[in-house]
């Protein structure tokens, strides 16, 4: 794809009109990417557990009246069946999941049904269903097994997890490859592929043990920052730039679907990479107050210290490359809680946001 292409009528001219499901839809990056495909003329239907809070970012913008949702657990099998059936997508982006390392600390068991059993159901419902083209299965880049390497992870890298959340993904990665040679890749008219991103920022997460929830809560509250692990790095990147990435990928396997098939990674230049710490201080920064304190916990779950991805596959044959760097990220997502916190709308501000990324 030529990024002097304008993005919004690449996208356009692939989704408008389109049927798309969406599992996950209520999840932080789900709610953004059903509401850019609903500026983009699709058809969306969100199939997910309910959201739980008012502040979700679903709730916030009033997700329900813009698309199709459908209250259900990818667990529940019958239910997501008859909901394939009923739906007739010609794209299907799965992103539910049980999205938290030390959660999963808690609830390995629920962690693994959900990211492992659940995405066999959605793999089931894809093979059943004769109506969808193009699938997108969303894991993570903590599927790698971590050896704390100062260089990005590739495609082909060896897989693993320390914590049970990363576990969950590589196992869910390896189902996905059985499916893919066993049955996606005889199909045809039919691409699939498996997106990795590191981590994600944005307006309207508020999921616990996140470092941008948790300042910003913390803010809010005028308290002040407190850090487990000040030191750790990670490849920071606004939530707007791993679904762009995501939406190429579903627009590649619709035109050439055995080409753009497999795994891709989706992640921000190295020059986006920054300490806990270092991003703690921007968003107090960007917010115009409050302070950052260290509260390092005796005895935590072990958490990765160093991963980011190596990106050259997307960049080269996707011509993807991401748009905003560290500084631009961190200032939009703290410019979108601060308008939020201030009484803005942020069905608005989150739609001028997409707008200003296909732009930039």
Known sequence: MDQMVSMAEVFRNAFNGKRVLVTGDTGFKGSWLCLWLHQLGARVLGYALPPEGPEDHFNLLGLDKLIEHVDGNILDKEALDAVFERFQPEVVFHLAAQPLVRYSYDEPKLTFDTNVAGSVNVLEAVRASSSVRALVYVTSDKAYKNNEWIWGYRENDELGGHDPYSASKAAAELVFSSYQDSFFRKRQGFGAATVRAGNVIGGGDWALDRIVPDSI????????????????????????????????????????????????????????????????????????????????????????????????????????????????????????????????????????????????
């Open 217 to 360: 809560r913390a803010l809010r509250q005028d308290q002040p920052i407190h850090l487990r692990n000040p030191n750790s790095t990670r490849p920071w990147q606004h939530v707007l730039e791993p679904l762009s990435g995501y939406l190429i990928t579903a627009a590649r396997l619709l035109e050439e679907p055995q080409r753009y098939a497999g795994a891709w990674n989706f992640g921000p230049d190295s020059e986006s990479i920054r300490t806990v710490g270092e991003l703690a201080t921007m968003i107090v920064k960007g917010w115009g107050a409050g302070e950052v304190t260290i509260a390092q916990q005796a005895n935590a779950p072990h958490e990765a210290t160093l991963l980011h991805l190596n990106c050259d596959k997307a960049h080269q044959l996707m011509r993807w490359r991401p748009k905003w760097n560290a500084d631009r990220a961190v200032a939009e997502t703290v410019s979108w809680y601060r308008q939020v916190h201030q009484g803005g709308n942020a069905l608005s501000i989150s739609t001028q946001q997409i707008l200003t990324y296909m732009e930039s």
